[in-house]
Nanobody
Framework: QVQLVESGGGLVQAGGSLRLSCAAS????????LAWFRQAPGKEREFAAA????????YYANSVKGRFTISRDNAKNTVYLQMNSLKPEDTAVYYC????????????????????WGQGTQVTVSS
């Protein structure tokens, strides 16, 4: 069982930055692959970024590549999402998710791969 709690969301102007955090419970945190998804109003939840258990592999959606950076600190049981050059279209609820399965292949982009989810944190980017 893994419990995930996101924090760090808020209101920011376009071009600004935010860093989201996701704190996890459980002694096996370092064995899980982690991801950030987001859901904008009226839209389906979509993949944003993922990171392997070691931090050695990272994956990004094209829409955030070059602006967002996912990282993790296994000693702190925490995964981060540094978001720079934010745009109004980044406005969404951001969710942290974990899986014990490999991130190889396109399945990493789909919600069904991930077993545990946080409650989400709201990010609002004003123009």
């Amino acid at each position: 069982q893994v419990q995930l709690v996101e924090s760090g969301g808020g209101l920011v102007q376009a071009g600004g930055s935010l860093r989201l955090s996701c704190a996890a419970s459980g002694r096996t945190f370092s064995s899980y692959n982690l991801a950030w998804f987001r859901q904008a109003p009226g839209k389906e939840r979509e993949f944003a970024a993922a990171i392997s258990w070691s931090g050695g592999s990272t994956y990004y959606a094209n829409s955030v590549k070059g602006r967002f950076t996912i990282s993790r600190d296994n000693a702190k049981n925490t995964v981060y999402l540094q978001m720079n050059s934010l745009k109004p279209e980044d406005t969404a609820v951001y969710y942290c998710a974990s899986t014990s399965e490999s991130l190889f292949g396109d399945s990493r982009y789909f919600q069904r791969k991930y077993n545990y989810w946080g409650q989400g944190t709201q990010v609002t980017v004003s123009s």
